[in-house]
């Protein structure tokens, strides 16, 4: 158990739907990572926040958004879904944002839109 | 060309055998992740590395930082052991952005 939490584990939902994912980094963490995994892409960086700012972007459609809150834990904003939007995302988080820090990766939400 | 290219893709292994999973990477980095991801879809990270070598229980993992070549050693390997190993890697001043090989796909066979 890494410590990280992320609800829901799975969710089906339709095109054009919105949903939102959570996620709780490990006690202490400031910085929490999303990635999205899929058949085709494998694992790619979409958003990094560190204590309630944004500090990277990756691969990240305009569709979706992130923000992580006072409590530090962080939702993941995706809408106008799309089929190719079904994947599994995963949630990191890490101690700090600067540096080399070990990331430690939630269970992941299995997305499926139908 | 990825940046980041793992070999074998997919690799069966005999229980008890030395296996060895490798990672090339084309961009210059400030470390170099191995992940283990689990049948059910878990993640779990295995080593980071900027240098040299790690060891924790049967694993082993190599860096040859001018090579730019990693390499995952798994001593007297164990179905258990069955699972995707991904290489990650961190370039200088990309912030905390982690680029991805494809994978290596190890099965174990008791």
């Known amino acids: 158990d890494s410590g990280v939490t992320q609800t829901p584990k799975h969710l089906i939902t339709a095109t054009g739907q919105r949903v939102t994912l959570r996620c709780s980094p490990r006690?202490?963490?400031?910085?929490v990572y999303w990635y999205q995994q899929s058949l085709d892409q494998g694992l790619q960086f979409l958003i990094q926040?560190?204590?309630?700012?944004?500090?990277a972007k990756g691969n990240i459609l305009e569709r979706f958004s992130a923000q992580q809150f006072p409590d530090l834990h962080s939702e993941l904003n995706l809408s106008s879904l799309e089929l190719g939007d079904s994947a599994l995302y995963f949630c990191?988080?890490?101690?700090?944002?600067?540096?080399?820090?070990?990331?430690?990766f939630g269970p992941g939400t299995r997305l499926t839109v139908l | 060309k990825n940046e980041v290219e793992q070999s074998p893709q997919n690799l069966t292994a005999q229980e008890g055998e030395f296996i060895t999973i490798n990672c090339s990477y084309s961009?210059?980095?400030?470390?170099l992740h191995w992940l283990q991801q689990h049948p059910g879809g878990g993640i779990v990270s295995l080593f980071m590395?900027?240098?040299g070598k790690k060891k924790h229980g049967r694993l082993i993992a190599t860096i040859n930082i001018q090579e730019k070549h990693s390499s995952l050693h798994i001593t007297a390997s164990h179905p258990r052991d069955s699972a995707v190993y991904i290489c990650a890697v961190r370039q200088p001043g990309s912030a905390r952005q982690l680029t991805f090989g494809s994978g290596t796909q190890l099965t174990v066979l008791p």
């Open positions: 961009v210059g980095i400030s470390a």
């Open positions: 590395l900027s240098s």
């Open positions: 990191a988080s890490s101690a700090l944002a600067g540096g080399n820090n070990e990331q430690f």
């Open positions: 926040y560190y204590n309630g700012e944004e500090r």
């Open positions: 006690s202490g963490d400031l910085s």
